[in-house]
C-alpha cells in the first residue's frame, strides 16, 4: 500500500467518524459557549453590583 492509498482511507474514516460524531462534537462546543458566556456575565453583574455600592457611598 503506497503512501497516498494509506492517507486516502486514513481520511475516510476520519471522516465517517466524525459524520457520526458531528452532533456530540457540536452539543460539546455549545455547552462550553454557553458556560463562558455566563461567567462573564456573572462576573459583569459582580462588577456592577460593586460599583454600585461605591456609587452610594
Do not use: C, H, V
Request: charged share 40%; proline share 0%; glycine share 2%.
Amino acid at each position: 500500500m503506497s503512501r497516498k492509498e494509506a492517507l486516502q482511507i486514513g481520511k475516510m474514516i476520519a471522516d465517517r467518524w466524525y459524520q457520526r460524531n458531528e452532533s456530540t462534537i457540536l452539543a460539546r462546543q455549545n455547552i462550553e459557549r454557553r458556560k463562558a458566556w455566563e461567567q462573564k456575565s456573572s462576573l459583569r453583574r459582580e462588577a456592577i453590583s460593586e460599583q454600585m455600592k461605591f456609587d452610594l457611598r
